[in-house]
């Protein structure tokens, strides 16, 4: 045999040995009927399925599994390890029953979506390349703009998550109020205890962790106090420090709190500070009537991101950031690169490579997209309304039940607690949330306020119904009978 016939014989081997990466029709179809089987026993058990299922940190037999080898496995024995080892312990996201934390979403049709964008795999990242992907994406971002009220030349990006816009907003900050390494240890942010911690890893992550943060008090609706605020940007002035960010909240993630964002807008133009608030949380009750009344003043804010993981009820995996002057975004995330000198059409849109630090990236546009062409948004305000009432509604029952609360919820979250005639108030409620982990069907988390323990209720999936809430109310009342 000569050199060419060898080299001829083993691509042909390799093309036999890598045969089972380009799947028959046949083989889809079974796939395809194997994963529909699975989800639908999924979706169908939801209901009767734990919120919470206690314990799984330890190691089981079996869990070798979870190990990658040279191995081949079929589609079923797969399935039914994650039924048993992952979807099993720990959270169950999608349940009706999740009051913890910011509850999460995952309609079908996103997950449909999903599925479609990555058999396609459109390369989302650059215009060219897939004007219709950018297209979709692009029409999402002007959507959410026009949502806050922006107007003109706002323009935005499809992020992952709420942690990953709030960097890229930062960035975007850090760049057109120009600051340098050197100007980093005089430049100040003013935020308060209620903001998220990701502002804070965002400020780590883009070169500004050595700023200095000040942490704004808080009034007694735990929204940032104005008087403080302009009090302590005077005196850093004064000081010779340059006031530059300030972060605002659109529903913190605690307590829900909105920020008096009108307020804020007007300091920072005063002082010339960037102003950017996070409604990751509660940005897409902006479809409200009473959420854009309570959020008045968004719209002046410099950057603003949602997640469309919560509020609009997508799986995980989705974040906006949105930025009023795009020409801003722009300068802090584009770059030339040679091998990328076939680009065309920027006169038509932009690129979302342009915009973030993403380059190719998951066309996850479409799993917005498909959920909110296929239903109108009405459904979409229904459920959100129904989760503010369901919210009242829990909090008058709870204080009938002889709980304290925090304020009258802004949204969705309510803190409350029990406090005792006897004994460790923190204690007393630390069992209270033992006996919900117990119980399990329904599930709901703790925080601390001003160094007290407390226990927390958020109203957020498009499962959730008076059903669960009375679920929750139910076990309340019982933990007080048995610990009265
Ligand atoms: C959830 C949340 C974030 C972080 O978003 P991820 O999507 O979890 O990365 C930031 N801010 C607020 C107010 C949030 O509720």
């Not at 001829?8 to 089987?37: F, M, W």
């Not at 992020?159 to 600051?179: E, F, H, K």
């Not at 009344?293 to 995996?317: C, T």
């Not at 990328?340 to 690129?351: I, N």
Request: hydrophobic letters at 40%.
């Amino acid at each position: 045999m000569n050199e060419k016939d060898d080299l001829l014989t083993q691509i042909k081997y390799l093309e036999e040995q890598a045969k089972p990466l380009d799947s028959t029709e046949e083989e889809r179809s079974l796939l395809l009927n194997a994963v529909n089987n699975y989800t639908e026993d999924f979706l169908k058990s939801l209901p009767s399925q734990k919120t919470y299922e206690v314990a799984g940190y330890e190691k089981q037999k079996g869990d070798a599994f979870f190990e990658i080898d040279d191995e081949s496995s079929g589609i079923d024995c797969l399935l039914s390890f994650i039924t048993k080892r992952v979807d099993k312990p720990g959270l169950n996201p999608p349940s009706g029953g999740h009051f913890a934390y910011i509850p999460a979403g995952g309609l079908y049709a996103s997950a449909l979506a999903d599925f479609i964008a990555a058999v396609s795999n459109r390369y989302a990242g650059v215009f060219f390349a897939s004007p219709g992907a950018v297209r979709t994406e692009n029409a999402l971002i002007r959507w959410a703009g026009r949502l806050v009220g922006y107007t003109g030349d706002f323009g935005g990006n499809l992020t992952s998550g709420g942690s990953l816009a709030n960097m890229i907003a930062v960035a975007a900050a850090r760049d057109t109020r120009n600051i340098k390494a050197r100007d980093v240890e005089i430049s100040v942010i003013y935020t308060c205890s209620q903001a998220h911690h990701s502002l804070i890893k965002a400020l780590k992550v883009t070169g500004l962790g050595e700023c200095i943060v000040r942490m704004i008090d808080t009034d007694e609706h735990y929204r940032m106090d104005m008087r403080h605020l302009k009090k302590q940007i005077d005196e850093d002035k004064r000081a010779g420090l340059k006031p530059f960010l300030l972060f605002g909240n659109a529903g913190s993630t605690d307590t829900g709190a909105i920020d008096p964002l009108e307020e804020m807008a007007t300091i920072s133009s005063t002082y010339g500070l960037w102003f950017h608030v996070d409604a990751a949380y509660g940005g897409f009750f902006l479809l409200l009537e009473e959420g854009r009344k309570k959020m008045k003043g968004i719209h002046l804010a410099d950057s603003v991101i949602l997640d469309p993981h919560k509020g609009l009820f997508i799986p995980y995996g989705s974040g906006i950031v949105l930025v009023k002057n795009v020409r801003h975004l722009l300068a802090a995330n584009s770059y030339d690169a040679h091998y990328m000198q076939d680009a065309q059409g920027a006169d038509y849109e932009y690129s979302p490579t342009d915009l973030s630090p993403e380059m190719s990236k998951h066309f996850r546009g479409l799993r917005m997209w498909i959920p909110l062409k296929l239903y109108g948004t009405k459904p979409f305000v229904s459920s959100l309304e129904e989760k503010l009432l369901l919210t009242r509604y829990f909090y008058e029952e709870v204080r009938k039940l002889g709980f304290h609360t925090g304020p009258y919820p802004d949204l969705s979250v309510v803190v409350f607690w029990y406090v005792p005639a006897q004994g460790d108030a923190n204690a007393y409620n630390k069992g209270i949330m033992e006996s919900i982990k117990q119980d399990g069907r329904v599930f709901i988390s703790t925080t601390t306020i001003d160094g007290q323990f407390v226990l927390r209720f958020v109203a957020l999936s498009f499962r959730t119904h008076i059903e669960q809430v009375d679920i929750l109310l139910q076990i309340l009342r019982d933990h007080r009978k048995q610990n009265s």
